[in-house]
């Protein structure tokens, strides 16, 4: 199938999708069509919908019930594989409060032979779509922000020394879905206020109204924190941690999520799990091994041993160390420096890199290679090759 064509019939989705012309949709999507909306929409437009009439009931419908808005195509860029990458804007209101509604989109649609819609992937801002449909919803642990680029996630009970509790890991999970439906991060700067990044699991919140059989519970306050991390861990935006203080528990998985870390001095790491008689949790068992050593990993574990900032620093599993009172301004320095960079580039960077624990060599080249002819095709390589060759500064554009 053609560019030309492709575009032409995203086009003509976009124009169906406003006028909510049900004929047109239904020549437009194959029999086998299967949509993904982000996950985070309210109403539960959000997860996969299998098939056109599912895709029109659950999603466009329903934005169409509660929102007066229309899907704005600014940019189409081909891909491999026959698919097509559109990104703009949502723009209207919601019905029932009249709030505006301004949401990024990126929407990538793949064809079958006979040119028809198969499937459609959805990312947008989600928290723009709660915020129109009800109002701002208020974060109380973690202060979010995004600015020029760098989302900035930090952890903000200083009083708890950061100490992770139910709503921590609703409002981590929270925050992971809005940086992966907002197209304009380009890096994400992860910190804490107060005295330590975080001290892990909040034991007094654990024990309010127990005295026994905690399993449930842990159980249920890991599914968004785990949620969080994963999502986190296949965004393009790179991440930057700044470690200070006592780093814990499940908590040191906010270090295992980034790509850099820089710690204060005097920081010390401490898994802490088999002084509560617990497993651990926070992705430590799988990342602790393949920074520092099965060896030291496991004397972490089993004999609950600190990790200073210079062991951390000597084993890899920190990049730097700084002073204390530069950690902070440091840490928002590299986070903006990676976000003036190929952001697609570093997608694919980060992706095999984490894929390369599970791959042969053989796989993993031709994972390369494909990767490569996706990144080689953007415009940030095209005008830094250009640049280079004329010996310039390449500017890129996160594209």
């Not at 437009?28 to 919908?49: S, Y």
Request: negative net charge.
């Amino acid at each position: 199938m053609s560019a030309e064509r492709a575009v032409e019939t995203a086009k003509r989705l976009y124009e169906a999708l406003a006028g909510g012309d049900k004929d047109a949709l239904g020549a437009l999507l194959h029999p086998d069509f299967v949509g993904h909306a982000a996950e985070g929409l309210p109403l539960q437009m959000g997860g996969e919908h299998v098939g056109g009439e599912a895709m029109r009931t659950n999603l466009w419908w329903r934005i169409g019930e509660h929102f007066r808005v229309k899907a704005i195509a600014e940019e189409f860029q081909s891909l491999p594989d026959a698919r097509l990458m559109v990104t703009g804007r949502y723009r209207g209101t919601a019905r029932r409060s009249g709030n505006p509604l301004d949401a990024a989109f990126v929407h990538v649609i793949a064809f079958s032979d006979d040119g028809r819609i198969v499937a459609l992937q959805q990312l947008t801002d989600t928290a723009a779509w709660h915020a129109a449909l009800d109002g701002p919803s208020a974060l109380e642990t973690i202060e979010y922000r995004v600015d020029d680029g760098v989302a900035t996630v930090c952890l903000n009970r200083p009083a708890e020394r950061n100490a992770i509790d139910m709503r921590v890991g609703q409002e981590t999970l929270e925050v992971a879905r809005r940086i992966e439906a907002d197209p304009t991060v380009r890096c994400v700067l992860i910190c804490g206020n107060g005295p330590a990044l975080t001290v892990g699991g909040d034991i007094k919140h654990f024990v309010e109204g127990r005295s026994e059989r905690f399993g449930d519970y842990l159980a249920e306050m890991t599914v968004p924190f785990h949620r969080a991390f994963d999502i986190l861990s296949r965004i393009q935006a790179p991440i930057v941690t700044a470690a200070h203080g006592a780093v814990a528990g499940g908590g040191i998985g906010y270090v295992y999520a980034a790509d850099i870390v820089v710690a204060a001095e005097g920081t010390r790491f401490l898994t802490a799990f088999a002084g509560l008689g617990v497993s651990g949790d926070g992705g430590g068992t799988w990342h602790l091994p393949r920074l520092i050593g099965p060896r030291r990993a496991a004397e972490a574990y089993l004999r609950n041993k600190p990790i200073s900032a210079q062991q951390a620093l000597e084993w890899g599993m920190i990049n730097e160390i700084v002073p204390a009172d530069r950690l902070r301004e440091h840490a928002t320095e590299l986070a903006r420096e990676l976000a003036t960079g190929p952001t697609r580039a570093f997608g694919a960077m980060r992706e095999l890199l984490r894929d390369s624990w599970r791959s042969d060599l053989s796989g993993h080249l031709l994972a390369e290679t494909r990767a490569l002819k996706a990144t080689g095709d953007t415009q940030d390589a095209a005008a830094a090759i250009n640049a280079f060759a004329a010996k310039q500064q390449p500017t890129f554009i996160g594209r």
